[in-house]
């Protein structure tokens, strides 16, 4: 994954020359501590240990993986945390992560270190922090959590400025001296003021002075990438701050000549060449020049000419007129902010100061190589002869755009192979181009490349990457060495001290000896030319330069490919730490800051989308997005902005997923975000019983189907049988519930299961049809007489009312599944006469009370369902509901409950005993 990451960016920077300020390797150095481990992955858990745990909750002390004192990560402060009421005692602690003694911190944020000691003379709410950054633990009773809180802290990360609680800004003292400090590079250029808090709150703080509760502080930021040092006295109350500028050392200006006619500098007569008058408090006072006597374009490229110019003071204007003698190119005075943009392009009788090299000379080149040295015939107007270029986009001249078949011809063929010229009108613009002879291309997809990036380009026959430099195409790199003595001895000699040669090793196809350094392949304007083979996949060149064992500047040298580039330009006397003068095209990187989003909510057995679309570059940078699902602490799980993760966990859960972002410059941060899983009750489906009567005594069994989007849960049945009984449990397995019972008494039932996971949620459903209970020997009804019909019993005509007979005899015979008999009604005002055809049930509960069901005809005719509620009792009572089918239950007549007997009589036979 990490060798995927590097080629992702090595593409995207496709060999552009960007730098690293090395003032990020300063601000590395103030955060390094003395005993201090090197960078180790982001832990997934931070355990306070030690004498105190079993006092907090854990089952004994020093136990790394104990919960009960475990640290919570704040991604705000992006620094772990946590509050405890710890008794008044002497107590000693260090920090464990990731729940084991294989990574544990200790004093002066020392791996392994010394146990901590903590000392309450009373009980405490002590709250204990670990900064995995600097991998300082500490607590707010033995240290003075103090925050640079001020009117900058919302460019550091922070929710706002003048907060605080915000941890980003806070300063530390690893080394228990008493001096806290905060270095930052991420402040941009401006004005500010602060005050240092103390405990993350405004009830002590210091301003000016080292006053409580005193004035601001005020302070500005000179410089893009400047360094800011705030600093705090424990002793005194002190409060400082310092900048440190972190321009480049260099501003660098190109001018092209297109004749070539730059002149000679050698002279001395500054009639006899083009120079650069230079004045202003932007630069070194060295490089402020005479009108006679104007800095020369001491340095070459494939744009033409160029000066380094050394920065000073604290000022960004660069000042200049281009001149030969008192003939100035432009008359103009001149001049660009170098701390915008340090390197700059200037044409030949054009006032305008580029910030590209495209833009200045109005064209990017591509460079074609093929192995077998054929690039056909461009003089042919058959583009199956020859290697052209088919070109698109808006970046290009309207006069470039080809048609398939006229494709633009190379401008020319040099050492490299074929090249076109291809004029631009928009250099933010991609041109997109396909290398083809015929139909036949080479390497094949459609290729594009940004003109604002990369002036020249340069292909390989096969090779589908687009290179920006030769170096990374053709695997070298290339070193230009310039002294201000000329003397580079003689490069002939076969004893090493007569030369300045080139010794490498690390990263070199073929290493060197110490006395057979490499000599120069080449020389140019500027002075010597090293062109030095890599081996495959170098990420970095080791290098001295030296005559005999006298080294320029001294130390051993790392050229970082992927930082500076594949070629480099390297003065006498450099400073070791920042060697080149084309730091001019330097990009002063802030590393990115990862926001995995969230908290995330999400149903079990669902996808939760994890956006991580908050994270920030300041150079706006991010180019690529990793993600841990599995909080294994390996970001290989997913890639890009935003992602889907299934979860199959059972809720109710909580996990933790983790995101990291990396820019161009393989900057990273990573942030971890959590996953709430809430448990779905299951979703129970109709359940469905016997569809007819069933004997008392005898098994009925319901069922019903069930889902579940909880994979891992388990599941209870329980059904409510509607008698007031105790219920036998029932099962639940692969989605079918199921429950059996006996009644005991004959009746109507109403019947209802429920199923519940084993996270204790549930869903109940009700039996459609009611469950029938009966007893063959328990007895018979007989009825007959009268009742007086009310109105709105006969649905068809709701007024209408009187009397209405009827006469009935239900019985079972014996060893029969339905009764037996015969039912009559009649209500002859609304010439309505039901006649039995068939019962389907009796059921007789006790002696005063019976029901029946069956089907019958009225007036003759259809089929028509029917119940009737019999009452044995003072006075009887007698109710009749019939009824049709049609798409739901159409009432014919219903006279209602508990209607009493106008005349006549209603016996319930019990059985005989």
């Given at each position: 994954m990490a060798e995927a990451k590097h080629a992702v960016i090595r593409e995207l920077r496709r060999g552009r020359t960007l730098v690293v300020l090395t003032v990020l390797a300063m601000l590395a150095a103030l955060f390094v501590f003395p005993g201090v481990a090197a960078a180790s992955p982001d832990p997934t858990s931070v355990t306070v240990v030690g004498s105190l745990q079993g006092e907090l909750g854990c089952p004994g002390d020093w136990q790394p993986d104990c919960a009960a004192t475990h640290l919570t990560y704040d991604g705000t402060d992006d620094v772990w945390q946590g509050v405890f009421a710890v008794p008044a005692g002497n107590w000693e602690y260090k920090a464990a992560l990731n729940d084991s003694w294989d990574e544990h911190y200790g004093a002066n944020a020392t791996q392994n270190g010394a146990n901590i000691p903590l000392n309450l003379g009373a009980p405490t709410d002590v709250k204990f922090y670990y900064d995995h950054r600097t991998h300082w633990v500490t607590d707010n009773q033995t240290s003075r959590i103090a925050t640079a809180a001020g009117s900058f802290q919302s460019e550091l990360g922070c929710a706002g400025d003048w907060d605080p609680g915000c941890l980003r800004s806070w300063l530390q003292d690893p080394d228990g001296d008493g001096i806290y400090v905060f270095s930052t590079t991420a402040i941009s250029a401006g004005s500010y003021e602060f005050k240092v808090a103390i405990n993350e709150g405004w009830d002590e703080n210091y301003g000016a002075g080292g006053v409580q509760n005193g004035e601001n502080i005020l302070f500005s930021v000179p410089d893009v990438c400047a360094v800011v040092t705030f600093t705090f006295d424990s002793a005194t109350n002190d409060v400082t701050v310092e900048t440190a500028g972190a321009r480049p050392v260099y501003a660098v200006v190109h001018y092209n000549r297109p004749a070539g006619d730059y002149g000679d500098y050698t002279t001395g007569d500054f009639n006899d060449f083009w120079g650069l008058h230079l004045w202003g408090a932007a630069i070194d006072p060295s490089e402020v020049t005479d009108w006679p006597d104007p800095k020369p374009f001491e340095g070459e490229d494939e744009f033409?000419?160029?000066?380094?110019?050394?920065?000073?003071?604290?000022?960004?204007?660069?000042?200049?007129?281009?001149?030969?003698?008192?003939?100035?190119?432009?008359?103009?005075?001149?001049?660009?902010?170098?701390?915008?943009?340090?390197?700059?392009?200037?044409?030949?009788?054009?006032?305008?100061?580029?910030?590209?090299?495209?833009d200045a000379q109005g064209f990017v080149t591509i460079h074609y190589h093929r192995d077998d040295g054929d690039y056909g015939d461009p003089m042919s107007a058959d583009y199956n002869d020859f290697w052209g270029l088919h070109l698109w986009g808006d970046a290009i001249d309207l006069l470039e755009v080809t048609d398939w078949p006229d494709p633009k011809p190379p401008t020319g063929v040099d050492d490299f192979g074929a090249f076109w010229e291809v004029q631009i009108v928009e250099s933010s613009q991609p041109v997109?181009?396909?290398?083809?002879?015929?139909?036949?291309?080479?390497?094949?997809?459609?290729?594009?490349?940004?003109?604002?990036?990369?002036?020249?380009?340069?292909?390989?026959?096969?090779?589908?990457t687009i290179y920006g430099q030769r170096g990374e195409a053709e695997g070298f790199a290339t070193l230009h060495y310039h002294r201000d003595d000329a003397d580079y001895g003689d490069t002939t000699s076969a004893d090493y001290n007569d030369f300045w040669g080139l010794h490498v090793w690390d990263g070199a196809l073929v290493p060197t000896q110490w006395t057979d350094p490499l000599r120069p392949n080449r020389t140019d304007l500027f002075g010597l030319v090293f062109d030095v083979d890599l081996e495959a996949g170098a990420t970095e060149l080791a290098y001295i330069l030296h005559r005999g064992d006298t080294k320029d500047p001294g130390p051993d040298q790392v050229l970082n490919l992927e930082t500076w580039g594949y070629e480099v330009w390297q003065l006498s006397g450099a400073d070791p730490a920042r060697p080149y003068i084309r730091m001019a095209s330097a990009v002063c990187n802030q590393p990115p800051v990862a926001d995995a989003g969230g908290p995330y909510t999400v149903d079990e057995g669902s996808s939760v989308a994890l956006d991580g679309s908050g994270s920030a570059d300041p150079n706006n940078d991010i180019v690529l997005y990793e993600w841990d699902l599995d909080n294994d602490g390996e970001y290989d799980d997913a890639t890009g902005m935003t992602t889907s993760s299934t979860v199959d966990v059972d809720g109710p859960d909580s996990h933790i997923v983790g995101l990291r972002v990396a820019d161009s410059y393989g900057e990273s941060d990573s942030d971890t975000a959590t996953v709430n899983v809430l448990n779905v009750a299951p979703t129970l489906g109709p359940i469905s019983g016997p569809l007819g009567p069933v004997a008392a005594g005898t098994n009925v069994t319901v069922t019903g189907n069930y889902t579940d989007p909880g994979v891992l849960d388990t599941h209870t049945a329980a059904c409510d049988w509607g008698d007031g009984g105790s219920y036998p449990t029932g099962t639940a397995t692969a989605g079918t519930a199921s429950c059996t019972y006996q009644y005991s008494s004959p009746g109507v039932y109403t019947v209802q299961m429920t199923v519940t996971d084993n996270d204790g949620d549930s869903d109940t459903k009700t039996l459609d049809l009611q469950i029938v209970v009966y007893d063959p020997s328990g007895g018979f009804v007989t009825g007959g007489g009268w009742i007086d019909s009310p109105p709105g019993a006969y649905t068809a005509d709701p007024t209408l009312a009187g009397k209405a007979d009827f006469g009935f005899v239900s019985k079972y015979k014996k060893g029969a599944l339905a009764p037996d008999g015969n039912t009559e009604f009649q209500f002859r005002t609304a010439d309505l006469n039901f006649h039995l055809s068939n019962y389907d049930w009796l059921v007789v509960t006790g002696s005063n009370s019976a029901k029946f069901k069956g089907v019958g005809t009225v007036n003759g005719e259809g089929e028509y369902k029917f119940q009737i509620w019999a009452g044995d009792d003072t006075p009887d009572t007698f109710r009749i509901k019939i009824w049709y089918e049609d798409g739901g239950e159409v009432v014919v007549y219903d006279n209602g409950m508990n209607l009493p007997l106008g005349g006549g009589s209603i016996v319930i036979h019990t059985a005989k005993k």
């Open positions: 033409g000419r160029f000066a380094w110019i050394e920065r000073g003071g604290s000022d960004s204007q660069v000042n200049f007129i281009i001149h030969r003698g008192d003939t100035k190119d432009t008359p103009n005075d001149r001049f660009f902010d170098a701390d915008v943009n340090p390197e700059v392009w200037v044409a030949e009788g054009d006032a305008t100061i580029y910030t590209t090299q495209a997109n181009f396909i290398i083809h002879r015929g139909d036949t291309k080479d390497p094949g997809p459609d290729q594009s490349m940004v003109p604002f990036d990369d002036a020249t380009v340069w292909v390989l026959s096969g090779d589908e």
